[in-house]
């Protein structure tokens, strides 16, 4: 089954204090859709602008991407520029052109309207709004988010945990949202919000699910060098996504499944600058590491 | 099988903002005999001064821990006062007064020459060295220390990992001892200072080993709310060797297993001031978490 990903399509300039990256494909929906690509159709929905690099068209065409639902906007795309220290923790942004995003809504293209699975990747809670009045019935729905809009439209966000099945966050906007250190009691509060499931995404230390089948602990693959994890977390989703796309049977007996191929997708993700290193990772290489983690937990 | 535990004895006053409790029993060696006594027989060296309480033999006793390398010494008992911040993430030392610990030396009775398993918990590393020189060829020799002693008392400390089997640390200790942020690069810098398995802490986002048969990612318990961690890193060691001695088979073999006992172990510790939690524990408790476990990271 297909996976319907929305989020931002963007150009990421990455510098690091040994090298530069200048426009790089980035953004949360090409991240999370070249992710969930591994496992299963994808229908993208964002909007770029007059300045994309064909090259990225052609990397989306390569990775199967149906783009019917990417708008090509007048104006210049998104583009996000950063910066990271020396031991790759602490990422400052440098300029931020919104560009195109400004003015983006999303349009569904008929053919997508009735995905079976849909990734409300991390953008404007207003849009991914819009993204589920325009689809009949999905069957699993998905949102992730950031602390910006945690800051500025908290209401649209609250709104929004209200219609989906399941919401992903990282430890530090779990605590912004709840006011909980503990993981594990923010995971009851933001179930109260509405979602049936909470992942909570704690970086290298993994991330841990909580559904109706109790908790998850699900971990991390050891990576010995962290080039940039811009990205990362929307692979993790993304990968999520597909992989649960394709499985057989209850979405409750494959999440925790679903979850180790995220982070396996999002291991790729951190080994290169943008998506350079997942681009050239192949489905078997996603598997072999999902072998060394069965390996690396079991006792 | 027996394990040795050497460490510190020690009353802990513990305060935190709701809280004040005075002179509860504490010190490395304390949480690391009672943790190893759910699963072997343990022998105890430490020092403790005149005022000890004799509740806390009483304690011991019902541990079944011997006694017979614990010395009476002329003088206060070691007593370390501190203070948690609400979130109980942060520490503060108000006072350390070191007593009988400052002329501390210890002398095994010939009973104790043998013990098979020997943790060396969290004591000046010179201490370490001087129970190591009176021990007659143990199986399996574990180290534990603190950032203290990678501040005052390197070199020695350096010289004892090449005497050891294992060594234990946090996370932040592995980042002091090796300038490494990343947990597995630190992990293959460790080994060549000596130590065929390490370990490094990390809290509540559980621990990891690094052996010959490579990587395992021991999970944390779940804890809801949790009390007052102090000595939670000495239950996870004291857990381990504890379980470790009455395995059957190899040490490579078991350690996997004996770091959930270990992480099982501490969960306890956590939930209750001091040793007041862990004392209460029975064995069919730390065996239903074990189980929990098991469930909690199956996929």
């Known amino acids: 089954m297909s996976v319907l990903v929305v989020g931002t ?9 040994t090298k530069e990256n200048p426009r790089l494909l980035g953004g949360s929906a090409s991240h999370a859709a070249v992710a969930a690509s591994f496992f299963s159709p994808v229908k993208l929905v964002g909007g ?4 994309f690099p064909k090259k990225y068209l052609a990397l989306y065409h390569r990775h199967r991407i149906d783009l019917a639902g990417l708008q090509m906007l007048p104006g210049k795309t998104f583009h996000w520029s950063g910066e990271y220290e020396v031991n790759m923790n602490n990422r400052r942004t440098l300029a ?3 560009g195109v995003i400004e003015t983006f809504s999303p349009t569904l293209p008929k053919s ?10 991390n953008i404007a809670p207003a849009l991914q709004h819009r993204v589920l ?25 609250l709104k929004l945990l209200k219609r989906v099945d399941g919401f992903v966050l990282n430890d530090s906007e779990a605590h912004q949202l709840t006011k909980e250190d503990n993981v594990f009691t923010a ?16 970086g290298s230390h993994g991330s841990v699910l909580s559904g109706p089948k109790g908790f998850f602990i699900c971990p991390a693959y050891p990576l010995h060098k962290v080039v940039d994890p811009t990205g990362a977390g929307d692979s993790f989703v993304g990968g999520l996504m ?25 291991s790729f993700c951190c080994e290169g600058f943008g998506l350079t290193r997942t681009t050239q990772t192949r489905r078997s290489d996603i598997e072999r590491r999902v072998k060394e983690l069965e390996q690396l937990t079991k006792f």
């Open 9 to 17: 399509t963007a150009l990421d300039s990455i510098k690091t204090p």
């Open 187 to 202: 995971l009851k509060k933001i179930h109260k919000l509405g979602p049936k499931y909470v992942i909570i995404k704690k």
């Open 96 to 98: 931020t052109e919104l």
């Open 133 to 157: 009045d325009q689809m009949s019935r999905p069957r699993f729905v998905v949102a992730d988010s950031m602390d910006l809009w945690l800051n500025i439209a908290l209401p649209e966000l």
């Open 112 to 121: 997508y309207q009735s995905s079976p699975f849909v990734l409300l990747g």
């Open 242 to 266: 597909g992989y649960l796309a394709t499985a057989r049977g209850a979405i409750d007996a494959n999440l925790r499944r679903a979850m180790i191929y995220g982070s396996v997708t999002a």
């Open 48 to 51: 770029v602008g007059e300045d």
